[in-house]
């Protein structure tokens, strides 16, 4: 190497030497994309994002547990919100900025999380203040949090949800003092949607509380296949409490159930176990337990929801001693809450007359119906022999708990296939010495079955496999895989074709949602005389039945927009299709000159177009009817063409 070569090394090393550590490695690396998240893995990479305001719109995603106690170096107490804080609290509007980015926890927790604002009434308080992005498989554990009189918007994960929030859960405590508003155990207004969630802990607030939830405070969108084990409690002239949320309006409630107590003082009103109010909502196949209680002089008080103001309400049910019969929902003994028979309509495993979605599981006769709960699998391995010589294994995640393995005799696995005449079905026992200090590990034989399974509560991970069985040779899916522990059952399909031999990881659908739907969540449009230079872009979500994980067949037809009398058909052809969406780029349309831009998330259940180039025929303030159709997806949804 020449002197030349040498100095021009050094005058790199130099330059790099000098570059601030943010250029250098951003948070624990990655670039922000949704193909390449910024990686948080430590309690500082979480506090530069925290800081960062320009990254709210840019994509997260944790790479390990976070411990935020504030004792430890480097943490501190909190008085607002950690991301997206409201930055001027004398008015009820959030005045910071919005995170509209991506977090995904990956199944990762965030421990001791703790915001005390020492009396003064701040708003807009949790992890995020305010979020009109994507939340999603992350656990707060142990979270704690103390504000002052008037306080608005307080919850665990978000002050205020206008984005979705899925499989998300919160333990802890949050404390509110007097005449506060919109306070829940996750959330405390939610005008998006929250699915797969749940929270436990103890809500509490002062007198004068008002829209206060075990889950979330005040609900204006959708909330499916959540639960709350929280305790509610407000004092005196307290309104709108409930056991999952305080108040619904105009939305949707499925498929959900609340188990902890609602308690208020004297003058109280609208208080229940499942709502403290529904008005104008759809409550369905959803129940509650826990005993509501009341002090003198209290009004609207009711098991399941303490009114309900022109909405619907089916398939609800609530324990007949937990509180009064007000008429809304049917009251259950302890008895019939635990036999399957009691739910009319439920969508239970092992039964396909209410659907084949497989949404509730009930231990029958020993415990109360319980959601189907997540089950990740990133690999499976199926290796083929001679009779009796097969053998399965598979590892992911699942959310068991600790309590969970209270009382319980085995852990119940069985792996399930329209092409096997009989189930690979497999027990594991569960005694003092195959589960102590949130460890469970089995490895053993059993009729001559080479058999194990562990998994370790702190950090979900399971590991599952049999060997010297029998009829997996040439499986085919779909894979039907599932897990009893207790009262507890999840379940997953694998949907791919499993053949013989190792395999590489294998995608999972997940069984959660399953009707068609189409909403509409922002529009925006630019008007002009010219003649073809109109603009509309649309940004909403949208669910499929019955997903196809073949992407190819996603886009077998065209795609439909309609807008009014106005058709827009992209043809298939310029359909792209890859990492569970389905994008679309100045594709030819047959209105004229128009172009259509945009994507179909199928992940994330969200969809954004453009319109450009178009005469819209529709004047701004009309209500016009917009359609989405493609591949036997068909829905249409009224909207307000922007002034």
């Known amino acids: 190497m020449?002197?030349?070569?040498?100095?021009?090394?050094?005058?790199?090393?130099?330059?790099?030497?000098?570059?601030?550590?943010?250029?250098?490695?951003?948070?624990?690396?990655?670039?922000?994309?949704?193909?390449?998240?910024?990686r948080i893995g430590t309690a500082a990479n979480l506090l530069t994002l925290a800081v960062n305001t320009d990254d709210y719109d840019k994509c997260f995603i944790l790479t390990a547990n976070i411990d935020?106690?504030?004792?430890?170096?480097?943490?501190?107490?909190?008085?607002?919100?950690?991301?997206?804080?409201?930055?001027?609290?004398?008015?009820?509007?959030?005045?910071?900025?919005?995170f509209t980015g991506i977090f995904d926890g990956a199944g990762h927790k965030i421990i001791n999380l703790t915001i005390d604002t020492n009396g003064t009434g701040n708003d807009f308080l949790g992890l995020f203040g305010d979020s009109g992005g994507e939340i999603k498989n992350l656990t707060l554990e142990n979270l704690s949090i103390s504000d002052g009189n008037n306080s608005l918007f307080v919850g665990g994960l978000v002050g205020e949800n206008d984005g979705s929030i899925g499989n998300c859960s919160s333990s802890g405590s949050v404390t509110i003092a007097n005449d506060s508003s919109l306070i829940g155990g996750l959330i405390g207004l939610s005008t998006g949607d929250v699915n797969g969630c749940s929270s436990a802990g103890t809500v509490t607030g002062g007198s004068n509380a008002y829209g206060f939830g075990g889950l979330v405070g005040d609900n204006e969108g959708t909330i499916s296949r959540c639960y709350s084990i929280c305790d509610v409690t407000g004092s005196n002239g307290?309104?709108?409490?409930?056991?999952?949320?305080?108040?619904?309006?105009?939305?949707?409630?499925?498929n959900c159930y609340s188990t902890g107590a609602v308690t208020a003082g004297s003058d109280?009103?609208?208080?229940?176990?499942?709502?403290?109010?529904?008005?104008f909502g759809d409550i369905t196949n959803c129940y509650s337990t826990g005993a509501l209680t009341a002090g003198s002089g209290s009004t609207n008080l009711g098991g399941l929801m303490g009114d309900n103001a022109?909405?619907?309400?089916?398939?609800?049910?609530?324990?007949?001693?937990?509180?009064?019969?007000?008429?809304?929902?049917?009251?259950?003994?302890?008895?019939?809450?635990?036999?399957?028979?009691?739910?009319?309509?439920?969508?239970?495993?092992?039964?396909?007359?209410?659907?084949?979605?497989?949404?509730?599981?009930?231990?029958?006769?020993?415990?109360?119906?319980?959601?189907?709960?997540?089950?990740?699998?990133?690999?499976?391995?199926?290796?083929a022999g001679t009779t009796n010589s097969d053998r399965i294994s598979f590892s992911g995640l699942l959310n068991a708990a600790a309590n969970d393995f209270n009382d319980i005799n085995d852990i119940f696995v069985f792996i399930d296939s329209n092409d096997i005449v009989t189930p690979c079905d497999q027990n594991f026992p569960v005694t003092a010495k195959t589960f102590k200090n949130g460890k469970y590990n089995y490895s053993g034989s059993v009729d001559g079955v080479r058999k194990s399974f562990t998994y370790d509560v702190k950090t979900h991970k399971f590991a599952?496999?049999?060997?010297?069985?029998?009829?997996?040779s040439g499986l085919d899916c779909p894979v039907t895989i599932g897990i009893e522990i207790g009262n507890f059952f999840t379940m997953a399909q694998i949907d791919e074709t499993i053949v013989n031999g190792p395999r590489v990881p294998i995608p999972i659908l997940l069984m959660m949602t399953v009707k068609n739907t189409l909403r509409v969540d922002k529009l925006q449009a630019k008007y002009s005389d010219d003649p073809n230079s109109d603009q509309l872009s649309v940004k909403g979500a949208f669910a499929v039945k019955d997903i196809d994980p073949n992407m190819a067949n996603w886009i077998t037809d065209d795609l439909v927009i309609t807008l009014g009398a106005q058709t827009f058909t992209i043809p298939k052809e310029s359909l792209r299709a890859g990492q569970g969406k389905f994008t679309f780029s100045k594709a030819n349309v047959n209105e004229g000159d128009a172009i259509v831009t945009g994507e179909f998330n199928f992940n994330m259940r969200s969809f954004i177009l453009t319109l450009k180039s178009a005469e819209i025929e529709a004047d701004p303030g009309d209500t016009v009817d917009?359609?989405?159709?493609?591949?036997?997806?068909?829905?249409?949804?009224?909207?307000?063409?922007?002034l």
Not at 268 to 279: M, Q, R, V
Not at 353 to 381: F, K, M, Q, S
């Open 464 to 472: 599952f496999s049999a060997g010297n069985v029998d009829l997996l």
């Open 268 to 279: 109280s009103s609208y208080l229940g176990g499942l709502l403290g109010e529904d008005t």
């Open 238 to 254: 307290s309104s709108l409490l409930g056991g999952l949320a305080g108040e619904n309006g105009l939305d949707a409630v499925s």
């Open 68 to 98: 935020l106690n504030p004792n430890l170096p480097g943490r501190r107490l909190f008085t607002t919100a950690v991301i997206a804080p409201d930055t001027d609290n004398s008015n009820d509007t959030f005045e910071g900025t919005v």
């Open 310 to 383: 022109f909405g619907t309400v089916s398939g609800c049910y609530f324990l007949d001693t937990s509180g009064p019969d007000n008429g809304v929902g049917d009251p259950l003994t302890d008895e019939e809450m635990k036999q399957e028979a009691g739910f009319v309509g439920w969508d239970f495993v092992d039964e396909t007359a209410n659907g084949t979605e497989d949404i509730w599981w009930i231990n029958e006769g020993a415990g109360y119906p319980t959601l189907v709960r997540r089950l990740e699998i990133d690999i499976c391995t199926v290796t």
């Open 626 to 642: 917009f359609g989405v159709s493609f591949a036997g997806f068909d829905q249409t949804v009224s909207i307000v063409l922007p």
């Open 2 to 38: 020449n002197t030349r070569e040498i100095s021009a090394i050094l005058v790199l090393l130099l330059a790099f030497s000098i570059l601030p550590a943010s250029v250098m490695a951003k948070y624990a690396g990655g670039l922000g994309t949704a193909d390449n998240p910024y």
